[in-house]
């Protein structure tokens, strides 16, 4: 979920005050497919990473195999950077980039 | 057809039945994630160091500390069951995060990141990555 911080613009009267809205984009941790881990391995890890039912560990598994990447999870640098290395050491290929 | 290599018991337990052959395949991949660890020479190093943010040329610290002290760990648990006839959940996923690695360190490390190269490896480098998915199959289907 992405974080918003309003800010109120000084020097304004009430009136012509406005509130302006910065939100910070979430950061995205990315899986990779390729063309040798089991997909059974892949719904294992998301499952444990995650903590992700069944279901939704598979459907993205899916999206990984058929389009190549997915994204598995939203958020925060710090979690999303902690997500990442925790799927890189169940040995899968993922990374993280800015939501655009 | 060959039987299941590792099964979920009533205790919660999983049972490895690995023969011998299959113990020493093991222990050599696992020999060989435990060396790429801390050898920037060996061929399976950059696999196991991949950027977390490739729009970055260096990494945050922290986390590629967190990541090789994870990964440490569970290639030293693996090593240290790798002869026990039942792992509990811990020991088994280190063991299906150790065996994952070396799978794909070793397409990394021969450029077999597609399909076509893929089939197009040699039979030696094709029957050790098929050896590695059999085990992984069995492992994730008992966890």
Redesign the interface.
Known sequence: MPSVKPLRVSGETQAESSVATITERPWNVVVWDDPVTPMTVVVVIFRKVFGYPNNKATQLMLTVHHEGRAIVWSGPLERAQGYCVKLQVAGLLSTIEKDS | MAGRLFVRRRDGRIEVRLNDDARAIAREAFGHVLAAEIDPAHEWHASLN??????HDVD?PL?TF??QH??TS?VELAVATLNEEFLNDAEA?AW?????????AT?TAKG????DR?EGADETTLEY?TTL?TF??SL??A?
């Open positions: 991949g950027p977390i943010d490739p729009s945050d986390a967190n990541r994870e990964v569970n996923w299906l995060c150790t065996l994952q690695i070396a799978l794909r397409i077999l990141l597609t399909k893929l990555i998915q992984l199959f994730a289907d966890m």
